[in-house]
């Protein structure tokens, strides 16, 4: 569910509920909005990135490698009013020390199973760190 919540001091304020969680939004602030929400654009972003990491946790999980730590900083690129490439960088710490190439697998495996990056028509393109 989304309710529109503007009023003077943001106009382009909004709620979006999602799990029983609330998530105060506003348009990106090159738009006039509240640079301390969530903007749609990094929500999408956020998405790609989000699903990329649950299918390579998953994915570590079945090979019995336990992930210590995933992070990212993805990050989006726009051409007029259109996101033409997402760059997911992912880092990932594994508790013990893996063969060359797992990793990298793992990541392919991800992004060719994540239902969002099979669904936009924009690149999205996966830089592990450290691989």
Known sequence: MSGWTGGKGDLR???????????????AAALGGDPEKADPEEMFVASLSACHMLWFLDFARRERLRVVAYEDRPYGEMDGPRITEVVLRPRVALETQVPDGIVERLHDQAHETCFIANSVTCRVKVEPAGV
């Open 13 to 27: 304020a909004h709620e979006i509920e999602l799990a029983g969680q609330t998530l105060s939004g506003s348009s």
